[in-house]
């Protein structure tokens, strides 16, 4: 995991770069907030419950993660929402501190509220631990601002590989893409970490498609295992391929789009391919947020709404009316099979 600095004077040079294809500019490697991740295979002890919240955000990615001692917020909803959808959620759930962002990647439906976020919690709360990111740039507005946040309020902000491991309190958090060196595709360079709690596991692959999926299976197999699996790329049929979900077999996927998605999320192809595995869905769109929580055994599945978990049937479903704030209720318990251990490996170090 590499340390990026000085921020501020990179704007321009990332701005370039995406013009290029080609990530961060090399910087002198800073040691990451623990150390290097081990051979140990399996998370600590579960002390407590481990939440996981799909925000509904419509056509957009935001979720959260908390254990007893510390939180993440993988992605932040859309651009024209600016954060207020998060920031809202966050403070209703009083999280006083980011400790861990994750920018899967630089679309700005998934890094569309991290300068509000960055700024609310910088000036209004107890700060932001460190922003992780695969380092692919765009040349978006919404990118640039992201990064003056960080420079404003001088965030660690981590260049992020395959194997690193995320010092998230209380988990075993790891991350399983992107490749080195970065291509220049954002989809296929997002950061996928998989999060294991106890004996529960948790897989978020951003907008990954199948490229990116058949490189994680041929690099990572079986410690791609989760029980908990959030549907890449807002379940198009450019992801969820049926190599990848028969490796990770998941209990149940969440899928976070738009009820009138422009582009037909969730597409029917994944969700058949859900179905014939015997994976549950939930749709943040019909559902409206979704709450897992665990206790390193068991998890809980809560909704605002009560709507089929059964894939071929959630194009039936009413549109979600709660509030995105509102409580939700438990619908179903997941008791996985049998232990999940996940395989990390030693980080490789990269010549720049």
């Not at 998370?43 to 407590?48: N, Q, V």
């Not at 992801?239 to 969730?266: K, M, N, Q, R, T």
Request: with cysteine; glycine share 8%; charged share 25%.
């Amino acid at each position: 995991m590499k340390r990026v600095v000085a921020v501020g004077c990179l704007c321009v040079v990332l701005v370039l770069a995406g013009c290029m294809g080609v990530g961060f500019p090399p910087t002198e490697p800073a040691e990451a907030p623990t150390g290097e991740p081990t051979d140990e295979p399996s998370s600590p002890p579960p002390t407590g419950t481990f939440e996981v919240h799909a925000i509904n955000v419509g056509q957009a990615d935001a979720t959260l993660l908390r254990t007893d001692e510390e939180t993440m917020l993988i992605d932040s909803g859309d651009w024209r929402d600016d954060g207020e959808t998060v920031i809202e959620y966050l403070d209703a759930h009083g999280v006083d501190r980011i400790d861990h962002l994750i920018s899967t990647h630089a679309h700005a439906d998934h890094i569309g509220g991290h300068e509000a976020v960055i700024d609310h919690y910088e000036t209004e709360r107890e700060g932001v631990g460190a922003v992780y990111d695969s380092g692919v740039p765009s040349t978006s507005q919404t990118y640039e601002r992201y990064l003056d946040s960080i420079d404003r309020h001088d965030v660690t902000l981590f260049e992020v590989r395959e194997n690193d491991e995320i010092p998230f309190s209380g988990t075993r958090t790891v991350v399983r893409s992107p490749p080195y060196p970065p291509g220049d595709s954002l989809n296929d360079n997002s950061v996928a970490v998989i999060v294991a709690f106890g004996d529960t596991t948790f897989l978020f692959t951003g907008d990954a498609e199948r490229d990116m999926e058949s490189r994680m299976v041929d690099a990572h197999g079986d410690a791609l295992e989760a029980d908990v699996y959030h549907a890449g790329h807002h379940g198009s049929n450019t992801s969820s391929s049926a190599e990848f979900l028969d490796v990770v077999g998941p209990e149940i996927a969440i899928v976070s789009a738009a009820y009138d998605s422009p582009y037909g999320h969730p597409h029917d192809e994944p969700l058949e391919r859900f179905a014939e595995r015997d994976i549950r869905a939930v749709w943040t769109a019909t559902h409206g947020s979704i709450v897992f929580e665990s206790d390193g055994t068991n998890i809980s599945v809560r909704t605002q709404h009560e709507v089929t978990m059964s894939p071929l049937e959630l194009d039936d479903a009413s549109e979600a009316t709660a509030k995105p704030t509102a409580p939700a209720t438990e619908r179903t318990v997941i008791r996985p099979a049998s232990t999940v251990q996940q395989q990390v490996q030693p980080r490789t170090e990269v010549a720049l």
